[in-house]
């Protein structure tokens, strides 16, 4: 079955880059996404990416796809402390099934 | 303004209940999910609709039961069957498409 797999904590220092990886088993995988989730809230989306695509920007935000070992990254440059979150990786096809990572609980250090 | 509402915020069950918890878009969007979130698990998902009268099994749906008489609802009860019942439960849509919206959650606990 589907799977999606990601490391469950984080920690970066307030200016630095943050790198949050995941892998996925799901070769039919449409999109690909991350998600965001503060405490007690519901989840945000951040950014997906189309699974014919290689990379993806936003402002801070950079999605690497490498399709052929089903990893996906998000770097957050200069990570703030409203970074701080938990980040959910997930993937998406036709069947309109997303199926989510455990989270990863990104910690910033002063 | 457009969105996904889940109420209550807050619900109590006493053991031996069914609850309903209630989730609401005015989005369009045609379809609807619900997931589980337990500390460490991530979300599982619990069941998924695609259209109006239509839902399917997700992970974990044993202990669960919907229906989707209307496009802007997705009502989600929790049964008696249900033994573990305390979570977070998150109600989501999408416009079968890439992007997926969510409510603010209702935590459930068993009294």
């Known amino acids: 079955g589907e799977d999606v797999e990601q490391s469950l904590f984080l920690s970066v220092r307030e200016g630095d880059s943050s790198v949050i990886n995941c892998t996925y088993t799901?070769?039919?995988?449409?999109?690909l996404y991350w998600y965001k989730q503060e405490p007690g809230a519901g989840l945000q989306l951040l950014t997906y990416?189309?699974?014919?695509?290689d990379m993806k920007q936003d402002q801070r935000l950079t999605v690497l796809l490498n399709k052929k070992d089903k990893h996906l990254s998000l770097r957050i440059a200069d990570t703030q402390t409203g970074d701080s979150a938990i980040y959910f990786c997930?993937?998406?096809?036709?069947?309109?099934?997303?199926?989510f990572g455990k989270g990863t609980r990104l910690h910033i250090l002063p | 303004d457009g969105g996904i509402t889940q109420s209550p915020k807050y619900l109590f069950r006493k053991e031996g209940q069914n609850v309903t918890l209630s989730c609401e878009q005015n989005?369009?969007?045609?379809?609807m999910y619900w997931y589980r979130q337990d500390p460490g698990q991530g979300l599982r998902l619990i069941y998924y609709?695609?259209?109006?009268?239509?839902?399917q099994k997700g992970d974990i749906a044993e202990g669960y039961s919907v229906s989707r008489e209307k496009k802007e609802s997705f009502p989600l009860t929790v049964t008696s069957a249900q033994k573990n019942p305390t979570a977070f439960y998150l109600c989501a849509s999408s416009i079968r498409g890439p992007e997926a919206f969510f409510g603010q959650g209702t935590r459930l606990t068993v009294v």
């Open positions: 989005l369009n969007h045609d379809a």
């Open positions: 609709s695609q259209i109006v009268n239509d839902f």
């Open positions: 799901d070769s039919s995988s449409t999109y």
């Open positions: 997930a993937e998406g096809g036709l069947d309109d099934k997303i199926i």
């Open positions: 990416i189309f699974s014919n695509m």
